[in-house]
């Protein structure tokens, strides 16, 4: 089983094949997800005491379970986040995978910490932060967000001399704030108080120092963060950093940011400026496994002064602390002990297919691809915008499209949405604006094209005929 015998070899090359000609499909099938009763009956029982050998494990991955998984990376996938992986990303993940590296200490993975510290170094440098900026790559935004939060609560009480160590900590955030926000306050037991967002979403100057200035002197004691959103999920709007900034500097309380879908636009000249203030940031984040090409799982967490995430998260044990020893040597970083700087301790080198992806390209072709999704999300806007069927709800600040089909419900959308993805045609799910059901279509893939976005409009001026009787608006 861990030897290279001549079986092992046989299965390599199928292996390896499979892989590769997966990269090749362009497009890849849709596919679409099946029942449990469906897939039991197809993949039988796979898992006996005598193994049913790797060719027809692999058989059974390619005929029955990898087309019951939706291809993220399919040009009309436009739900939720996509993802576009380049092709250097993914085949750099099978070597990660098979060069089995411990990527939490310097001690142990040096070689994939100092390059995935150069992709970090990238990502701060268009964020603006100072030289002595740092992270590490997390599992997702919901990991990153929840690390960030620890170290902003950790110098919190370190700053207020053991009076805040046992009080419950409150953060405040943007109303389009993402979940895992609210998430990583359930986790820590911290309070969340709401800034109400304007009409697109979007943190305020204005609605920030209301809400600031409303706080109880209780509140304001035991606020220790404000979480922006650089930019939202649902709507790919950008919160006032500049605002944020100014407050959090006046309150003496962190300020993060979460770029997790929106941070690669720091990339793009043409909405860089939308960013201004970001560069104040205490921490941020941004995975590439969004919108930085970049394959699962992948979450790009920034500390302005890693110092503080070191020390809020660093685990101490009898057989650990000899990977501490050394701390202190500038040539033999310590500090980079990927596993102190966030919540976890064994991790994969997850930053290194980035790395090998902006080596293999250049800075210079990331940037040019973010702005074909820009691009191509203007050009879409405005088809929806001529349409007579359909109403954009906003213009895209980034690289969301939200817009309405007169007269349809929640159900019409819904049956639209799945006859879509049963043709193997789209996969756009409808979402919600304020009370409303609306359509959202979410451009990450630089292979999606204006007429990609043409056709979903032109299959929605008919009714699906299985909501025909409904009636039209
Ligand atoms: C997607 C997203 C997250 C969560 O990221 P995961 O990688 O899915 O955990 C957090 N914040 C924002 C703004 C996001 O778009």
């Not at 089995?100 to 995935?116: K, N, P, R, T």
Request: with cysteine; net charge negative.
């Amino acid at each position: 089983m861990h030897r290279h015998d001549d079986a092992i070899e046989v299965l390599t090359q199928a292996v390896v094949r499979y892989a590769i000609d997966r990269t090749r499909l362009d497009p890849p099938p849709l596919d679409r997800p099946r029942t449990l009763t469906e897939l039991r009956a197809m993949a039988g029982h796979t898992i006996v005491p005598h193994g049913i050998g790797g060719l027809e494990a692999l058989r059974v991955f390619g005929d029955v379970l990898a087309p019951a998984c939706i291809s993220v990376d399919h040009p009309r996938f436009l739900s939720f986040v996509p993802a576009a992986p380049t092709e250097a990303s993914i085949l750099f993940d099978l070597v990660v995978g098979a060069s089995c590296i411990y990527g939490g200490s310097w001690m142990e993975g040096a070689g994939a910490v100092f390059a995935e510290n150069e992709a970090l170094r990238w990502i701060a440098d268009l964020a603006g932060l100072p030289p002595e900026a740092g992270g590490v790559f997390v599992s997702g935004g919901t990991a990153g967000n929840l690390s960030a939060l620890i170290a902003a609560r950790w110098v919190w009480r370190r700053d207020t001399g053991g009076v805040h160590d046992r009080t419950r900590g409150l953060l405040l955030a943007s109303g389009g704030a993402h979940s895992s926000v609210a998430q990583a306050a359930r986790a820590m037991d911290v309070d969340v108080v709401r800034v109400p967002p304007d009409d697109r979403g979007r943190l305020t100057r204005d609605a920030l120092r209301t809400t600031v200035d409303e706080l109880t002197d209780d509140e304001r004691e035991r606020l220790f963060a404000l979480v922006a959103t650089g930019g939202t999920t649902n709507a790919g709007v950008i919160d006032d950093l500049r605002a944020v900034a100014d407050v959090t500097a006046e309150l003496g309380v962190w300020m993060h940011v979460d770029g997790a879908y929106g941070g690669a636009g720091l990339a793009a000249p043409s909405v860089r400026d939308h960013f201004a203030g970001v560069e104040a940031a205490d921490s941020f984040i941004v995975d590439p496994h969004k919108w930085l090409f970049a394959p699962y799982d992948s979450c790009a967490l920034l500390y302005r002064d890693p110092e503080i995430g070191r020390q809020a998260h660093t685990q101490h044990a009898e057989y650990l602390d000899v990977l501490h020893a050394e701390h202190g040597s500038p040539d033999t970083p310590a500090q980079w002990n990927a596993s102190d700087l966030a919540h976890h301790l064994s991790r994969r080198a997850r930053g290194l297919p980035l790395w090998f992806s902006l080596a293999t390209h250049g800075t210079d072709a990331y940037r040019d691809a973010i702005e074909t999704t820009l691009r191509v999300t203007r050009e879409g806007a405005a088809l929806v915008d001529a349409a007579a069927h359909l109403e954009l709800l906003m213009e895209p600040e980034l690289s969301i499209v939200l817009f309405r089909r007169v007269g349809w419900d929640a159900a019409r959308y819904q049956a639209w949405s799945d006859a879509q993805l049963a043709a193997g045609t789209a996969f756009v799910t409808p979402t919600a604006w304020g009370a409303e059901t609306v359509l959202r279509w979410c451009i990450v893939n630089p292979l999606t094209t204006v007429d990609d976005l043409a056709a979903i409009v032109a299959s929605l001026a008919d009714d699906p005929p299985d909501s025909a009787a409904a009636g039209d608006g």
